[in-house]
Structure formats: C-alpha cells, structure tokens
C-alpha cells in the first residue's frame, strides 16, 4: 500500500501536503522536513496520520481535541481504492501491540502495571509511513533519509522494508552501528517522553536512516505518546539529589507539536 501510495504523481500527493492540513497531517514531499538540525533536509517523502475512531466515519472528537487536534487527510478512494482501510488496519493492530507494551515499562521502572493506564486512553499515536529514494555517486552528509534525531514520543514501532540495511543507532561510545531489519521483528526504540517521564533514566535513542542499497526503501513507524494532556512529570523516584530535574514540565502534545514545527519550518 505504501508503494502505491509513493508511486501516485506529485501533484496528487500535494493536494494533502501537510502544510495545507490541520496538525501535520498527510504528505510531506522530499527535503521537507529536517530532523537534524545540522542537516539540509531528510531525504524522505512520508504520510502521516494518527488515532481516528474505526466506529465512525469521522474523528472522535474527544480523542482529537486539544493542541494536536485535526482530522486525518486521505488520498481519494478514486486515486487509491481501499488505502485507508488497509492502512488503519496496520495501524489499530500497532496501536493494540503499544497498548500492551506500556505495563512492561511500567514494571520496569518499579511502578504498579496500571500505572500508564489513565494516561493512555486516547492513543496518542502517529503512524508515518516513509519512502527513501535510493542516495547513489556521492554523498553530502547533511542530506541524508533522515538526520540524527530522537523520536518524540514514549516510544516508537518501527517496521523496516526486509533485506536493506539503513537504519543506524548511536551507541554509549558514540559510535554509529547498524540496526538492520531481522525477519519477523519490529524496532522499538525509546523517545523523548520516556526520557522526561523518567528524568533520563530511560533514554531516547539518537538515530539516523541513509539508503545507500540501490533500491527504494519503505519503512513504518508508530510514535506511540501518552495522551496530548498529559504533563511530562518526572516520577519522583527518577529525581534526587544526584539526578536533579533535568526537563521543564510541559504536555505531551505541547512537546510533540513544538518538536513537529521544528522539524517541518525549517
Ligand atoms: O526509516 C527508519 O528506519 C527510521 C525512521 C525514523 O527514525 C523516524 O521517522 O523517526
Ligand atoms: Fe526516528
């Protein structure tokens, strides 16, 4: 589905750019984003949407209310028959997967299972999905798929196109590896709000993307958060002396739509 949904002509894809749309939603075309900000712009065209109610036909308002409010934007069905039913299939089956991640971070971090429970009930989730042309002759390290970056949410399901290596992790030396797809498994990496949650005791994993394989790559990944409303505060067992407060408390969604701007009005 993401193959076709690339493979449709520019001007198509722009009529849901997501500078035309509430939120981020939509397309957003190559070089347009920057997630480093030492880069030039990510060599990357993706399409971005988030939580919409399966039951109904439009939005649940409650879930999409607040500072990241806005509808999803779609491709017509005549340009892409059966798209957004496929997609949100993928989607509310990642959702479902998140959902049961959250009680293992808790049980990691000595909390109560429970404990994200009441701060997950609107599936604050972004799913984006990403299309790297392949990079040939040679290189600028400042346009790369996607520059060195942390990701925003609590944490992030990553699916990666079998059989390309792109994806690369800063380790604790500073030293790029390599993440490659393995058959059968997803990524999960650790994101910012884990890392305010936690005052750093969870880390964000700094990571990168460059498709120098020949082929076009496609990845997925859902950027799972607690809800928009929920403040970023530090579990007083993450904070002490030694580990004084290191991140001003705001909102998740505050968090997300400051670190979308970023990103997108480069
Ligand atoms: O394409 C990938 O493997 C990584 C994508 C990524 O890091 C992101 O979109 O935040
Ligand atoms: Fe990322």
Same mark, same amino acid.
């Given at each position: 589905?993401?193959?076709?949904?690339?493979?449709?002509?520019?001007?198509?894809?722009?009529?849901?750019?997501?500078?035309?749309?509430?939120? !981020?939603?939509?397309? @957003?075309? #190559?070089?347009?984003? $920057?997630?480093?900000?030492?880069?030039?712009?990510?060599?990357?065209?993706?399409?971005?949407?988030?939580?919409?109610?399966? $039951?109904?036909?439009?939005?649940?308002?409650?879930?999409?209310?607040? =500072?990241?409010?806005?509808?999803?934007?779609? +491709?017509?069905?005549?340009?892409? +028959?059966?798209?957004?039913?496929?997609? #949100? *299939?993928?989607?509310?089956?990642? =959702?479902?997967?998140?959902?049961?991640? !959250?009680?293992? !971070?808790?049980?990691?971090?000595? &909390?109560?299972?429970?404990?994200?429970?009441?701060?997950?009930?609107? @599936?604050?989730?972004?799913?984006?999905?990403?299309?790297?042309?392949?990079?040939?002759?040679?290189?600028?390290?400042?346009?790369?798929?996607?520059?060195?970056?942390?990701?925003?949410?609590?944490?992030?399901?990553?699916?990666?196109?079998?059989?390309?290596?792109? &994806?690369?992790?800063? $380790?604790?030396?500073?030293?790029?590896?390599?993440?490659? +797809?393995?058959?059968?498994?997803?990524?999960?990496? &650790?994101?910012?709000?884990?890392? *305010?949650?936690?005052?750093?005791?969870?880390?964000?994993? =700094?990571?990168?993307?460059?498709?120098? @394989?020949? =082929?076009? *790559?496609?990845?997925? +990944?859902?950027?799972?958060?607690?809800?928009? $409303?929920?403040?970023?505060?530090?579990?007083?067992?993450?904070?002490?002396?030694? *580990?004084?407060?290191?991140?001003?408390?705001?909102?998740?969604?505050?968090?997300?739509?400051?670190? &979308?701007?970023?990103?997108?009005?480069?």
């Amino acid at each position: 589905m993401a193959k076709r949904f690339f493979a449709l002509p520019t001007e198509t894809k722009m009529e849901i750019e997501i500078r035309k749309t509430p939120n !981020f939603k939509g397309y @957003s075309p #190559l070089l347009s984003g $920057n997630n480093d900000p030492m880069g030039a712009g990510d060599l990357q065209e993706g399409f971005e949407f988030g939580w919409e109610n399966p $039951n109904v036909n439009k939005n649940d308002a409650a879930d999409a209310s607040g =500072v990241m409010a806005g509808a999803n934007v779609w +491709p017509s069905e005549a340009h892409l +028959p059966g798209f957004r039913e496929k997609v #949100l *299939r993928y989607y509310y089956a990642s =959702v479902t997967l998140g959902k049961s991640l !959250f009680p293992l !971070f808790a049980l990691a971090l000595d &909390l109560p299972e429970t404990f994200f429970a009441d701060k997950t009930q609107h @599936s604050a989730a972004l799913m984006k999905l990403l299309h790297y042309p392949p990079q040939t002759g040679s290189i600028d390290e400042r346009v790369i798929g996607i520059g060195a970056h942390t990701d925003w949410e609590c944490f992030t399901i990553l699916w990666q196109e079998p059989g390309i290596q792109a &994806l690369q992790v800063l $380790n604790s030396e500073k030293k790029w590896i390599n993440a490659p +797809p393995i058959p059968g498994t997803l990524v999960i990496n &650790l994101g910012d709000q884990f890392a *305010r949650w936690t005052n750093d005791i969870f880390k964000s994993t =700094v990571h990168r993307a460059i498709n120098r @394989s020949g =082929v076009r *790559r496609y990845s997925i +990944p859902l950027f799972f958060g607690t809800d928009y $409303n929920v403040e970023l505060e530090p579990m007083p067992s993450c904070v002490s002396a030694d *580990r004084p407060l290191k991140y001003e408390i705001i909102t998740a969604g505050e968090y997300v739509k400051a670190r &979308l701007q970023a990103t997108y009005n480069h």
